[in-house]
């Protein structure tokens, strides 16, 4: 990509290659080093391949705290929403290891029989020293479970947040007891050495969260500047600042913004729609969901925010020369508009193309914006409405091949990066039907938070190397496992 669009470089970050390295050097490796001074000796392999797999399961729960910690670090050149999506689905893979640990125990004696497997079972989870154990595992049930399922629905997200948290570092805490005190394996000095730093790195990953974060979150000092209603569903939320230099961020990221003086773990993400030209203003477009979005137009000028951010790779670094596609549904239109301001801002001259849909046509605010800001440019839209379109300026119903084609016509589609930002079934169908109009899956860019559950062929694709990473973790911990008991 011309390095002019965006004038910035990539962000200082790990590569996604050594982000996996890393992954399974922390979660893999106290077993593998354990192993190295006979840590995971026994009479029969069932115990070996259990102590592995106990260990192994501990260390990716540990780790957990790591991925869900919002670190530039890690999610700066693979994005935030990837790394969430790895969370997620890391959490399932933990929890199968202590399946696997629990199951080996269970074949530890001769008698392998349902019946006798069955006693030991209950026996496990009644003794009063491996009650920790126990309890760790249930919590872990609990926290995927209401994750997947009650994350909002229930009770309010930041109430859900608090005790995800809660419940996550009682988890690792009785998880750790019960390995101290009931594993062989943590008498040995490599092993439990290595147990430690990753137990280290999880809580330091706390303290920053929980402490360092919420002071940083405001220093660059942003304030309410304006908050008004754009249309019956969107508002709009501008910030400004006197210490510009104190933040910087790349058209088509986020921030997660705390209103007020409270602590972070308050906060809610929200898409950038101003360029970085724009400093020292900072603008959002809030689709109201009914929670606290509702109360965004109410917000007084001087009000503190506190910005945590920027977050996000849905960015101009990830586009490739050629023509450049946009498909934005509803809310999504933000960072849509904040990376065509930064290519007006910098005048690329690459065609542009635009396809937006929303609820009703009054709810495409920025669609006036837009068509001043574009005047000149090889530019061309189609606006969509679920319902009241007029079938001129707004078309009625959803994306289909039609639209596509009509925007993609004169161009070569395989030489497109289209970006797609929206509801998930909006996306879903997006990519489906670029694809089919010969836009390569490698060029269709995304931000979403559910790569772990998507259906599309980038969150297919995204989804079979977050399995690859957990397939390389357990191969490591079984051939340990294996080879200590050779």
Known sequence: ???????????????GGTLIVLYVALTAGPVFLASLSGGLQAATIYPILARATGVAALAMFLMQFATSGRFKTISGRIGLDRTM??????????????VLHV?????????GSI????????????RPDLLTGVIAAGLALILILTGKYMRGRLIPYQWWRILHGL?????????????FTNARFMADPFGASAILAVSLLA???LVVVYAVRPVLAFRPGFTVASAKVLSPSVAELVLTTRTPERFSFEAGQFAWLTVGRRHTVTDNPFSIASAPSDLPQLRFLIRNAGDMTANIVNLAPGMPVGVDGPHGSFTLHEAQNGPLFFLAGGIGIAPVLSLLRELAATHDKRPIRL???ARAPEDHVVRKEITRMMEGREFRAIYLADSGADGIDCEAGACSPIHITQLLEGLLPAQATAYVCGPPPMMESAVALLIGAGVPVERIVMERFDFDAGNDAVCRGVRSRF???????????????LISAW
Request: no cysteine.
């Open 467 to 481: 399995i690859a990473i957990m397939a390389a973790v357990y191969a490591v911990v079984i051939s340990v496992g």
């Open 167 to 179: 419940m996550a570092i009682s988890l690792v805490v009785l998880g750790l007891q019960h390995a």
């Open 115 to 126: 019946a006798t497997m069955w006693e030991r079972l209950i026996i496990y989870m009644t």
């Open 103 to 111: 199951f080996f125990f269970l074949f530890r004696g001769r008698d």
């Open 85 to 98: 999506g790895f969370h997620r689905l890391a959490a399932v893979g933990a929890m199968i290891m202590v």
């Open 1 to 15: 990509m011309p390095e002019a669009i965006s004038g910035k470089r990539r962000p200082k970050a790990f590569s």
């Open 203 to 205: 809580f330091t990953s």
């Open 355 to 357: 396809l937006a849909g």
